[in-house]
């Protein structure tokens, strides 16, 4: 009864510790500059990828990016 009970302790501590999890890194992607609007900037990677996996480069990363400095120009 004691060690079930201990099991039962130790995976909800498992269970809570995982689920308290936050995303530590921030997202990056280079690229260029394609929009920008209120403060976003719309980076778009310069390397295709084949999404459809049918060999054509049919795919480009695009990351919306907030608080973008003022300096920053399309292109």
Known sequence: ?????????????FFVAGCSGVLKEKPYIEGYVTDKEDGRILVVSPEPK??????NA??????????????????
Do not use: C, H, T
């Open 1 to 13: 009864m004691a060690k079930r009970f201990l099991f039962y302790v130790l995976a909800l501590l």
């Open 50 to 55: 084949d999404a459809n996996d049918n060999g």
């Open 58 to 75: 049919d795919f480009y990363d695009a990351l919306w990016g907030s608080d973008a400095p003022d300096r920053i120009e399309i292109g």
